[in-house]
């Protein structure tokens, strides 16, 4: 039984070898398949073994290595040096389409920019990350100034306060204490877990201060969580975190373009009129220079858990140190550039499976995203191989290596703006790695409909450590020698923002994930994630990036390859019980507004559970009876139900019902509803509510027709 057609001239030692891995796999696998599992189920599994094998974590090793050799943000020679290498070996790989997306976008670079302490005492802060001998790379000058981009320029001097996290009930606290912030400067701690600085920058314009310093607090990400740099994976004493602060919660993408694609000649904003761009001054600084101010800020001290991991007493200042701060930014509208490539189908080629990660860095870029760039180009490289051994996706594999994305989600934002009908009509899903690995714990965020393919993905693969990666990801941390194991929280996490899925899902409408090995990770946009510490500590020999690398794989064959199109609504619609069960137990627990809302959501969930055992398990599909093709166009649609063309109240550009985000980037479930509620407006909710129940109605007519459809 031959299934595959075998390379027409194997002319090359490579296609040769090609050839030969393939036989031997797909004998491998095919052999014990019982009678009645169908061909495709076979083929899938024949395919999946293939790219497996030739899934190198040498050879990701080698990219990673290429990737960090240089600082690389984004319309640097170097990035779009990048950008060619990338189009080369794709091209190389046999990609088809290959080619440069670019726009021209406003990106944000420091010019000037100067702190120091006035008074009580004076210090001019470093602004400097400390070079160590152990790695060359954290002495070259490339480096730059660590700044925020998009921060407004100005010069000040006045008063500092110290403001916790930054967050609005930070700022109750100083007021209630009696201290006036208007025209002054914070000094607020990057917060963890993880909260966008953005919204501490919008938070502090918000509130009247002139200017914010966020500084990366020791008992966060350094030396009171462990060893650090070059040590241990913690931040040391001087890193710095960089990165943008633009409001992109309101809109992402070009700040100058909102919802259109910046090509060149485009129409574009003026800049005071664009509601992402910030209205305060903004500087990311070192513990080690904040050190002497917290000493200086005097005032009544600051609440318990206000305090970090520094050996000084913490105020809340108000007065006493006066500090200066000279930001001088240059906006300039730059050329930048994705890299797109695709392995068309054979079958349902209109049909698309995206997957993507950025390539630009503010720095090195170890982990992110250079981890996930070489994880990306290990998978592009599989996939291509597979092809040429004759292994057929029948549905178009779409690749994107975005760029800009540390600005404001830039390359994937103007790309999905340009091609939006396309996507719209056309998109499957879209698999998304930002950053590949810095340890061991798998970790997922998705929309619902995709867990069996995840599901599915980490039962098939295998830690290095010989288990899989599912009951890894299921099981509690534990310890074998002085190794820590692989665990996880087991849990699929709903999706907010914070990197490139976001136009995808929440602009378009099509199902997405973003997932990665997480670990200790103290050196988040600094100069010190490079490659020195991903070999040292995020993933030496790079063995759980190769995972991610075969997880994604089979992600993408599955996708690709399925008859049925292994999206599970039934999984959705109990999801979506979850999230208004939470919402009501706050805003209605009588259930009296969203009563209609739980019924149709019921019945969405009947309607999606005849097609459940036909998702799940593809052997029951009969190909040729059944209307399939039909059956996938209804199920792509659905996603796209949840789309209001109105946009979330404030924030048109977002126009999901299920998945928002909040201003931090944390998931925002159903966005428009809880907004309206936690606002007190009635009217609000009442329309949201409708909106929600007539999304329900449109997916349950879809689900009652694929049902009728699989009968025929
Ligand atoms: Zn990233």
């Keep these: ?67 960090t050799s240089d600082p690389h943000v984004a319309s640097s020679a170097r990035n779009n040096e990048l950008a060619d290498f990338v189009l080369k070996e794709w091209k190389s790989f046999g990609l088809e389409d290959v080619h440069l997306a670019h726009y021209d976008v406003l990106l944000s670079f420091p010019e000037e920019i100067r702190v120091e302490l006035i008074s009580p005492k004076k210090f001019r802060l470093r602004l400097r990350e400390k070079a160590y001998p152990e790695d060359a790379d954290t002495s070259r000058p490339e480096v730059g100034i660590p700044y925020n981009a998009y921060s ?15 967050n609005p009930q930070d700022y109750d606290l100083l007021e209630k204490k009696g201290i006036n912030l208007k025209g002054k400067i914070a000094l607020v701690r990057y917060s963890v877990p993880y909260s966008y600085r953005g919204f501490k920058a919008y938070t502090a314009e918000k509130r009247g201060l002139a200017a914010l310093l966020i500084y990366s607090d020791p008992q966060d990400d350094g030396i009171a969580r462990g060893p650090v740099f070059p040590h241990g994976p913690w931040g040391p004493l001087s890193h710095i975190q960089r990165g943008g602060i633009p409001y992109d919660f309101i809109y992402p993408g070009d700040p100058l373009t909102p919802g259109w694609a910046s090509k060149p000649g485009c129409q574009r904003i003026p800049e005071d009129k664009a509601l992402s761009l910030p209205k305060i ?11 002497p101010l917290i000493e200086s800020i005097g005032g009544p001290e600051a609440p318990e858990e206000w305090k970090g991991a520094l050996p000084v007493a913490y105020r809340l200042g108000g007065s006493q140190a006066i500090v200066h701060l000279k930001v001088k930014m240059k906006n300039p509208v730059k050329r930048i550039m994705n890299v797109i490539g695709c392995i068309k189908g054979t079958g349902k080629t209109e049909e698309i499976i995206l997957v993507g990660n950025h390539r630009d860095a503010w720095v090195y870029g170890g982990h992110d995203p250079s981890s996930g760039t070489a994880c990306l180009m290990e998978m592009a490289r599989a996939l ?22 540390e600005f404001t989600l830039t390359g994937s934002t103007e790309w999905g703006e340009e091609h939006r009908e396309w996507l719209r009509k056309n998109l499957v899903a ?9 340890g061991r714990d798998f970790s997922v965020q998705a929309v619902p409909c995709l867990a069996p393919l995840i599901i599915q993905a980490l039962k098939e693969v295998k830690d290095p450590s010989g288990k899989t990666i599912y009951s890894c990801w299921k099981s509690e941390p534990s310890k074998k020698g002085t190794i820590v194991l692989a665990s996880g929280s087991g849990r699929i996490d709903p999706l907010g923002s914070g990197t490139d899925h976001t136009v995808f899902l929440n602009h378009i409408g099509a199902p997405a994930l973003n997932m990665t090995f997480s670990g200790d990770y103290g050196v988040y946009h600094s100069m010190y994630d490079n490659y020195y510490w991903m070999n040292h500590f995020g993933d030496p020999g790079m063995l759980y990036t190769a995972a991610l690398a075969k997880i ?12 049925l199109l292994p999206l599970d609504n039934e999984n959705y619609a109990q999801e979506l019980e979850r999230y208004l069960e939470e919402w009501a137990d706050q805003h209605d627990p009588a259930w009296k507004k969203s009563k209609n809302l739980f019924f149709l959501i019921r019945e969405m969930k009947k309607r999606a559970s005849i097609l459940t055992p036909y998702v799940l398990n593809q052997k029951q599909i ?10 996938n166009r209804l199920l792509i649609e659905i996603e796209r139900d949840f789309i209001d063309a109105q946009g979330i109240p404030n924030r048109s550009w977002f126009k999901h019902l299920v998945f928002g985000c909040r201003y931090t980037y944390a998931v925002l479930l159903l966005p428009s509803l809880t907004e309206a509620a936690e606002a007190g407006d009635e009217e609000a909710t009442i329309k949201a509510l409708r909106l929600l129940e007539g999304a329900l109605k449109r997916v349950i007519a879809k689900l009652k027709k694929a049902a009728v459809l699989l009968n025929k």
């Design 1 to 67: 039984m031959k299934k595959f057609k075998e390379p027409k001239s194997p002319n090359n030692l490579g296609k040769l070898l090609s050839v030969c891995l393939f036989m031997l796999f797909w004998c491998q696998v095919a052999t014990p398949a019982s009678e009645d599992t169908p061909s495709s189920l076979i083929e899938h599994a024949a395919f999946k073994a293939f790219v497996d094998k030739i899934i190198s974590p040498k050879k990701i090793d080698k990219y990673l290595k290429y990737f």
């Design 152 to 166: 407004l320029s100005g010069d000040i001097t006045a008063p500092l306060v110290y403001a916790c996290s930054g």
């Design 281 to 291: 001054m903004s500087v990311p600084i070192s513990a080690e220079d904040a050190l």
């Design 384 to 405: 291509a191989e597979a092809k040429k051994a004759g292994f057929k996706p029948q549905r178009t594999i779409y690749f994107g290596n975005w760029d800009a994305e």
């Design 430 to 438: 879209y698999l998304n790695v930002d950053s590949a690995a810095a």
């Design 552 to 563: 994604w794989s089979r992600m993408v064959i599955d996708l690709a390859c399925s008859a």
């Design 622 to 631: 009969d190909k040729e009876s059944h209307s399939i093709q039909e059956i």
